[in-house]
């Protein structure tokens, strides 16, 4: 199976978002071929989620929470994202700004 690209990914995951019209944005731009991907989604009431790409066993992609508890305030999570981009300078960070909470990249 072909792997895609992260630079690709988040670019097709982008203009998903425009075309489903949910306000997402590239926070940081990470390797293009092989950067990780976190996705920090903000509810707009105060909950915010970060999730993490990762593969399973059987070498699909599965998005993982990767905080102590599904919704977690702006401060914890901006605190949580530091971290991660802190241990991985070659990440993506995408920003999604959604009443809906939806995850672009679910469709693709």
Known sequence: MARVKSGVLVSAA???ASNLLIDCVLARRGD???GSIFLHIDAL???HKLL??????ESQYEWHIITETEWVDARTASKRLAAEVKTDPDAFV???FDLKARNPFDAL
């Open 32 to 34: 293009a071929d092989a």
């Open 94 to 96: 995408v920003a999604v």
């Open 52 to 57: 993490s790409r990762s593969l399973n066993f």
């Open 14 to 16: 982008l203009r998903n």
């Open 45 to 47: 009431d105060g909950r």
